[in-house]
Nanobody, 115 residues
Framework: VQLVESGGGLVQPGGSLRLSCAAS????????MSWYRQAPGKERELVATISGAGSSTNYADSVKGRFTISRDNAKNTVYLQMNSLKPEDTAVYYC?????????WGQGTQVTVSS
């Protein structure tokens, strides 16, 4: 299993970013995919999840209405569209899958929201 995130960067408050996570090594469309984030000095927290077919999504209360998770099963890629970004969204964002009872993580991508 390999997960590779991209798309992070520095953005001003109110701006947008789109994160991508390219997956390989498993049957992508069969698994729930998730985005987590970890801010400095804080625990890693769940941001959003999406079902294998993409028909069901869930979000943390802190990002509802601002973030959208989606997936393209033909490209084995999951996305996180982040709008109306706030300084408190600053964190390393990680892609996650649980397969056969094991958790797999990407290397993370840094998102910094600052003026």
């Amino acid at each position: 299993v390999q997960l590779v995130e991209s798309g992070g960067g520095l953005v001003q408050p109110g701006g947008s970013l789109r994160l991508s996570c390219a997956a390989s090594g498993f049957t992508f469309s069969s698994y729930v995919m998730s985005w987590y984030r970890q801010a400095p000095g804080k625990e890693r927290e769940l941001v959003a999840t999406i079902s294998g077919a993409g028909s069901s999504t869930n979000y943390a209360d802190s990002v509802k209405g601002r973030f959208t998770i989606s997936r393209d099963n033909a490209k084995n890629t999951v996305y996180l569209q982040m709008n109306s970004l706030k300084p408190e969204d600053t964190a390393v964002y990680y892609c996650n899958v649980v397969r056969r009872g094991l958790q797999y993580w990407g290397q993370g991508t840094q998102v910094t929201v600052s003026s």
